[in-house]
C-alpha cells in the first residue's frame, strides 16, 4: 500500500483559522501541516462546515478545549498520506471526519456499543485539531469513506448536521407520524426531507419573527411552519429540540400527545426551567443525544445513498470563516455555512 504522497514535503506549512483563547476571534495564520501517527491519515481538506458547536466552543460555552485549536469537525476531502497501521484507507480516497474522533475501545460504554459515551474519548475540533485549515489528521478508524462523484461543500454538512441530526431522528418511534422540529437550521433542513421521504409530517417551530425561517422550513418539507411560542394545530408525536434553548423543552412538552418523547439533540443547551409534573405525566419522555457513533454513520450514509438530499450551502472561504460565525451568532443563518477550499 502506498502510505505517502511525495508532494507533502516535512515542515511544510499551511493556512488556517486558529482559536488561541476562547471568546475571541479566530486567527488566520500559516502553521505548519500536521504529522500523523501510524493509525491517522492526513486529509487535503475540500469543505469543512461550520457547526453550532464550534460556535458553543469558540464562544467558550464548552469548556477546556485543546488550545491553540484548529476548529471544525464536518470535514470532507482527501487521503494524502497514511499511517503505517491504516488498513482501510489508501491514497486518493475521499473521507468525511465527523465530530467523534476517536474513542479507547476498552471502558464499558465502548465494550457496550456506546462509543459515543466513551470515558475517554478525542473529539475533532475540540481536544485535537480540525478542519478549517488546508490540511488535517484523522483516526483512519473513525474517518466514513465518502463518494467521490459529489459535491464536497454538500457533504460537509452531512458530518455533523445530517449525523446528529440523524440519531436524534432515529430515537424517536418508527410509528409516530406527526414531529415537531424547534430551531430550523443546518440539521434540520436535512432532516425534515428524509422524514417526508418516509412519510412523516413535520411541524417547524422558529425564533418568534423569524419568517424567513419558516418559509425556508416550508420549502424543505415541513406541513406548518410558526414561532415557537405557538401551538401546532394538532398534538404531535414527537419532538427534536435543535435550538439550544431549554424553555423550548416545556413547550415541547405542552404540544406531544400521550406517550411521546422529546429529544435533545444539542450538546449545550440553556437551563431548562422547572415545570409541572402534568405536563411530563403519561409517559412523555425527554432525552438527550450525546455525539454519535460509527453505526449511526453507516447507517445514515446508507440511508441516503439512493435519496436526492438538497443541502442548503452557504459558501465562504477560510479567511472570512468570522464572518460566517458572526452570522451563525446572530441567527441570520439558513440552511449550512460552510468553508470551502
Not at 459515543?116 to 485535537?128: A, E, H, K, S, V
Not at 480540525?130 to 474517518?143: K, Q
Amino acid at each position: 500500500m502506498k502510505n505517502i504522497d511525495k508532494t507533502i514535503s516535512k515542515n511544510e506549512t499551511m493556512d488556517a483559522m486558529i482559536l488561541y483563547q476562547q471568546s475571541t476571534p479566530l486567527v488566520f495564520t500559516e502553521t505548519n501541516i500536521p504529522e500523523i501517527n501510524d493509525e491517522q491519515v492526513l486529509v487535503k481538506v475540500e469543505a469543512c462546515g461550520l457547526c453550532r458547536t464550534d460556535l458553543h466552543i469558540i464562544d467558550g460555552e464548552l469548556k477546556n478545549p485543546k488550545l491553540p485549536l484548529i476548529p471544525g469537525h464536518q470535514i470532507v476531502g482527501k487521503v494524502v498520506k497514511t499511517g503505517k497501521n491504516v488498513r482501510n484507507l489508501n491514497i486518493s480516497d475521499r473521507v468525511g471526519i465527523p465530530w467523534l474522533g476517536h474513542t479507547d475501545g476498552s471502558c464499558k460504554f465502548c465494550l457496550k456499543g456506546l462509543e459515543n459515551l466513551c470515558d475517554n474519548p478525542i473529539f475533532t475540533g475540540y481536544t485535537m485539531d480540525g478542519g478549517f485549515a488546508e490540511y488535517t489528521a484523522g483516526y483512519s478508524d473513525f474517518c466514513f469513506k465518502l463518494p467521490q462523484n459529489k459535491d464536497a461543500k454538500s457533504l460537509a454538512p452531512l458530518l455533523c448536521a445530517g449525523l446528529i441530526g440523524y440519531r436524534s431522528y432515529s430515537m424517536i418511534d418508527k410509528y409516530a407520524e406527526n414531529i415537531g422540529i424547534y430551531g430550523f437550521g443546518s440539521s434540520a433542513h436535512i432532516i425534515c426531507q428524509i422524514a417526508t421521504i418516509e412519510g412523516k409530517k413535520i411541524y417547524a417551530f422558529t425564533t418568534p419573527g423569524d419568517i424567513e425561517a419558516q418559509r425556508f422550513a416550508l420549502k424543505y418539507g415541513a406541513i406548518w411552519a410558526d414561532d415557537s411560542t405557538q401551538n401546532p394545530p394538532i398534538k404531535l408525536d414527537a419532538a427534536i429540540i435543535f435550538a439550544p434553548v431549554g424553555k423550548l423543552v416545556i413547550s415541547a412538552l405542552k404540544n406531544i400527545e400521550k406517550g411521546g418523547i422529546v429529544v435533545c439533540g444539542g450538546i449545550h443547551m440553556s437551563d431548562i426551567p422547572s415545570f409541572k409534573y402534568q405536563d411530563l405525566w403519561e409517559e412523555r419522555k425527554i432525552v438527550s443525544v450525546a455525539n454519535l457513533t460509527r453505526k449511526d454513520g453507516f447507517e445514515f450514509f446508507k440511508k441516503i445513498e439512493n435519496i436526492n438530499i438538497e443541502v442548503k450551502v452557504n459558501e465562504f472561504e477560510l479567511k472570512d470563516l468570522n464572518i460566517a460565525i458572526n452570522l451563525l451568532r446572530d441567527g441570520k443563518v439558513t440552511g449550512s455555512q460552510v468553508v470551502v477550499f
